[in-house]
């Protein structure tokens, strides 16, 4: 390839990037709203600390205070609370209640620990987290305890402006492919994860290609360099936090995986949307794909398939609590219409309420296959041949096989009847066809 044909792509990709990072970069009096308004409230709650006596410091932290916050339609700001060691770890959030009283517009959010949400004006948000004071990452009681380390370790080593560019970018990138987040319901990369990864690969399309060469092969990535080797790290760390493609080690706490929560299906997609963009840039890489279910529809028309839309509803609470129970829900009722549908295409949308919405693309398989008892069994083989008409066996089994005659809906109705009890003890209040 001659370097005038290797130039070319490098040009276009510059000229996207530089007009991604005018649209995802806040205005200066975005900023300038939401500094102010932050200070106002401080100011306030700081007094209220100190009138109440409670032995708490504030500071602010997440992409806000790392200079990393990407221009959003409503914004929030994180505030941790970091309260004295010697505080029980049940009572702080109990504190931040009582400190919260006389503002207005708070709500409650449950979680390992329950914080709160205070709503400014209707598009500015400031969400306080109690956490504990602890000098050593050892004594974290809560994830959240290591947030004032993080924020601390990324504004010591990114500094440079082109950095937290690419890192702003980066973060536009995955939530446009719905992989930005460490929630349940999107198993992604989190906030404090790309900060790390683009700092260390050194820009957003270094750390594209990087990703499009990662194989089955777990990859450790270990910045601070904690451990001799892959091996080491591995064998060290908190195994249950193991299970994710990349194993990146916490900066600030060796033990710790701060990409635990990215998921292999999270990843994949991830993976593919960088090789498509590498392979063709463009500006819609970076803009929000709405499903077009008419098209989805009539497509599954024209193959003959069938197609169907579910809402379902949760009686917890929304936002993470209520998507992971909804998508839990989705993943088991996916393993269910699987046994006898060939699934072409599915979906599942949250939209941070109490309801989500999953859309299937089906074809009926021919037939399914039931496996009965051993041989051996006499007792069990009967039973089995009086529930099943048609049977066959091996050396070892009896089986039965049966035409799948109805239609993905009729299945639905059928199933929803038979497992009442058990979508009540999945918190689903309601599943119906839309």
């Known amino acids: 390839m001659s370097k005038k044909s290797k130039t070319q792509p490098r040009k276009k990709i510059n000229f996207i990037l530089k007009e991604v990072l005018k649209k995802v970069e806040p205005p200066k009096e975005d900023l300038k709203v939401i500094k102010d308004s932050l200070k106002d409230f401080l100011e306030r709650f700081e007094k209220r600390l100190k009138t109440l006596k409670i032995n708490a410091e504030v500071f602010v932290g997440g992409s806000f205070a790392k200079n ?9 700001v994180d505030v941790f609370v970091r309260f004295n060691k010697a505080y029980d770890n049940r009572e702080i959030s109990n504190l931040l209640a009582k400190a919260l009283k006389v503002f207005k517009n708070v709500s409650k ?4 620990r329950d914080y709160f949400r205070i709503r ?3 598009d500015f948000f400031i969400e306080l987290i109690p956490v504990k004071k602890i000098k050593n990452p050892k004594e974290a009681e809560n994830i959240t305890d290591l947030s004032y380390s993080h924020v601390k370790y990324i504004k010591r080593k990114i500094k440079s402006k082109k950095i937290l560019d690419e890192i702003r970018i980066a973060k536009a990138f995955c939530y446009a492919n719905n992989c930005y987040g460490a929630e349940s319901y ?3 990369f989190s906030g404090y994860g790309l900060e790390l990864l683009v700092y260390y690969y050194g820009s957003f399309i270094k750390f594209l290609n990087a990703v499009t060469k990662m194989n089955s092969e777990k990859v450790v990535i270990d910045i601070e360099k904690h451990y001799r080797n892959r091996q080491i790290a591995l064998m060290d760390m908190n195994s249950a936090k193991l299970d994710s493609p990349i194993v990146l080690v916490d900066s600030t706490y060796k033990s710790r995986n701060a990409l635990a929560a990215l998921s292999y299906e999270t990843f994949e997609k991830f993976q593919k949307a960088c090789k498509k963009f590498l392979r063709n840039p463009s500006i819609k890489a970076f803009e929000i794909k709405k499903t077009d279910l008419e098209k989805i529809k009539a497509d599954a028309k024209k193959k003959k398939y069938e197609f169907i839309l579910i809402e379902t509803k949760t009686d917890k609470q929304a936002g993470d609590i209520a998507g992971s129970k909804l998508l839990k829900f989705y993943n088991h ?12 295409k599915k979906g599942f949308s949250y939209g941070n309420k109490k309801s989500a919405k999953y859309f299937f693309v089906v074809k009926k398989r021919p037939e399914i296959i039931y496996k009965g008892p051993f041989l051996k069994d006499k007792k069990h083989v009967e039973k089995f041949r009086k529930k099943h008409k048609k049977t066959f066996s091996d050396k070892k089994r009896i089986y039965s096989k049966k035409k799948v005659n109805f239609s993905l809906n009729d299945f639905l109705n059928s199933w929803k009847k038979k497992n009442k009890k058990k979508i009540r003890d999945m918190n689903i209040l309601e599943l119906k066809n839309i």
């Open 109 to 112: 959010i449950h979680g390992s």
């Open 186 to 188: 999107i198993q992604g």
């Open 68 to 76: 990393t916050i990407i221009k959003k339609d409503k914004y929030d």
């Open 333 to 344: 009722l996916t393993k269910e219409i699987n046994k006898f549908f060939y699934i072409k």
């Open 120 to 122: 400014i004006s209707p």
